[in-house]
């Protein structure tokens, strides 16, 4: 079945440093969703990509779909406290209301 | 801001019991899910709801599980003989199409 891999599994950081999570998948994806998970919290939708080749920014957070639709990125510049949580990554095929989340990276930041 | 609701909070129950968690999506949305998520780990896809029926189910939805909207309101998800491995978080999302949005959970103890 579909599976999606997202590296790094964990992330430590230092407050103002950069970070970035990958998401890969080995089938093409109709699309791609972002979702951040706070401690303790429920996931949170960030972003939906659709295009090949897509870049979306939000502030700090910046996201990328593969040019090939099997990989993506988020990308976030200048950390802060705040963007503490696990971050994951969901597609669904197309067609389908079958959405898999990718085994997501928890990003700690250091203050 | 509306947002899905989700009771209760918190089940404990004993192996071989059947569960019922209760869900109340946003009003105006038409697909509705249900996510589990053990602790620590990725959330895993059960079952997505469209028109008055399942549209995807995955793997781990089997007979034990079902899912009905019993008054166009509620969204439920009931599980007929609880196991072990069902200890998890459960979590309901509703959609108007793309962006889910997703409720605070149910955390389910089997013991």
């Known amino acids: 079945g579909q599976q999606v891999m997202q590296i790094p599994q964990y992330q430590h950081v230092q407050e103002g440093e950069d970070f970035t999570t990958y998401c890969n998948s080995s089938t093409t994806l109709s699309n791609i969703q972002w979702y951040k998970q706070r401690p303790g919290g429920h996931p949170v939708f960030l972003i939906q990509?659709?295009?090949?080749?897509e870049v979306k920014k939000q502030k700090r957070l910046t996201f990328q779909f593969g040019e090939a639709k099997k990989n993506s990125s988020l990308h976030i510049t200048a950390t802060q406290t705040t963007d503490v949580g696990t971050y994951f990554c969901a597609s669904s095929t197309s067609g389908t209301y079958k959405y898999i989340f990718g085994t997501g990276t928890r990003l700690k930041v250091l203050a | 801001e509306p947002e899905v609701t989700q009771t209760p909070s918190h089940q404990v129950t004993q192996m071989g019991q059947e569960v019922i968690l209760r869900c109340v999506p946003i009003s105006n949305h038409l697909y509705f899910y249900w996510y589990r998520q053990i602790l620590g780990q990725k959330v895993e896809f059960l079952v997505s709801f469209y028109n008055n029926e399942i549209s995807e189910k995955s793997e781990i939805f089997d007979d034990q599980f079902s899912v009905e909207r019993p008054d166009g309101s509620n969204f439920t998800l009931k599980i007929r003989s609880t196991k072990l491995e069902d200890s998890a978080m459960y979590f309901c999302?509703?959609?108007?199409?793309?962006?889910?949005?997703f409720g605070p959970g149910t955390r389910l103890t089997v013991l």
């Open positions: 990509l659709v295009k090949s080749g």
């Open positions: 999302a509703s959609s108007g199409g793309n962006e889910q949005f």
